[in-house]
């Protein structure tokens, strides 16, 4: 039986010798930061958010900076981190949060949970991080250690495992020193307790683990089969007036919600009507490599075709916002990383 003092005994004296405390977001720490750093790490690892978080707290240091800047900048900053929607909510947030709140962010839980991209999990640990305040939460981590430990087989993607696991960590998370704890825990997960090869002997609760003790920590979190990823193909005209490149705004909704893309088409058919349409007169067409991008939910197979026009045309796709973007003197834009790796590639032929 697990006995909650010295679980959370054990979990904060490993993090005092092996816990993570001089990440970017930990240093001078503050409630804006550990927001920041709680967005950009949902379904997104560490090592892969320090290079953005930086970048972003350069231009944005604080609340304010942030809802004074456009969307367009913010999610320029935000080009390959994916999962656009959180850049798209942390701008709104900050914006209500200076309207609100008058450029303070609130400390109140439900305050907190009902801003833009912010869940339960989440609230808490903003608040239990920055203002060590006793909230327990329950991240991709979190939920790993707890369905090991306690070996709960159920599957973790319905409403019966998820109330489970959140009374499993409100009783395990101390009432002082939520926000080390806590920490300690996501810790933990990233680094001991992980997906795959978890290092099972270094881990501090161990003895208290149904899936070492049986040696299953593979069965767990059990997962609801997954679905065959689907597999889709769009084309991308890359419509090219020397060194300006044609662009248009994605709507606010979708994978690649306000980002600049190339006009994208279902058929090559579809995309070659569109050039008759608006009369483009072009003296290159040329299909290019196939650019294969992976999304957590399907594969899209993206069929590229660089046509070269003489005359810059004005009055492309009334329909879109859309802008001629230069590849010498770049825009601040938010761009889809295979948007931008076309875009480079269109720039090293000058």
């Known amino acids: 039986m697990i006995k909650i003092n010295q679980f959370s005994f054990l979990i904060n004296k490993w993090y005092k010798y092996y816990g993570r405390k001089n990440l970017p977001w930990q240093i001078n720490k503050n409630i804006y930061t550990v927001w920041l750093s709680e967005i950009m790490l949902q379904q997104t690892k560490v090592i892969t958010v320090i290079p953005y978080f930086k970048k972003f707290i350069l231009y944005f240091p604080n609340i304010t900076t942030l809802a004074n800047a456009s969307l367009n900048e913010v999610l320029y900053l935000w080009t390959g981190l994916g999962y656009y929607a959180r850049a798209r909510n942390l701008h709104k947030t900050a914006k209500i949060i200076t309207l ?37 939460i329950l991240d991709g981590n979190v939920k790993r250690i707890l369905t090991r430990c306690y070996a709960i087989e159920d599957f973790i993607n319905t409403t019966k495992t998820e109330n489970k696991l959140w009374e499993i960590s409100k009783n395990l998370t101390p009432i002082y020193n939520s926000g080390k704890f806590n920490q300690a825990m996501m810790d933990l997960g990233s680094i001991v307790c992980t997906r795959i090869k978890p290092k099972c002997e270094m881990c501090p609760i161990n003895i208290f683990c149904i899936a070492y003790i ?19 193909t769009i084309y991308f005209l890359l419509l090219q007036y020397n060194q300006y490149i044609w662009l248009e705004q994605q709507s606010k909704t979708g994978i690649w919600g306000g980002l600049f893309c190339f006009p994208k088409f279902n058929t090559q058919s579809d995309l070659e009507f569109w050039i008759k349409k608006y009369n483009i007169k072009y003296n290159l067409f040329k299909k290019l490599n196939i650019f294969h991008h ?9 069929i590229p075709i660089q046509l070269k026009i003489n005359i810059k045309i004005n009055n492309i796709n009334e329909s879109q916002k859309g802008l001629w973007y230069n590849l010498i003197k770049p825009s601040l834009l938010g761009i889809p990383t295979p948007v931008n790796y076309f875009l480079q590639f269109l720039k090293k032929q000058f």
Not at 106 to 134: H, M
């Open 100 to 136: 609100k709140y008058k450029g303070k962010f609130p400390t109140i839980f439900e305050e907190v949970i009902n801003l833009p991209g912010i869940g339960r999990s989440t609230a808490g640990a903003i608040l239990s991080l920055s203002d060590n305040q006793y909230y327990p």
């Open 214 to 232: 049986n040696k299953t920590w593979e069965r767990y979190p059990k997962k609801n089969i997954k679905k065959k990823i689907l597999k889709k």
């Open 294 to 302: 992976k999304f957590s939910h399907f594969y899209l197979n993206i």
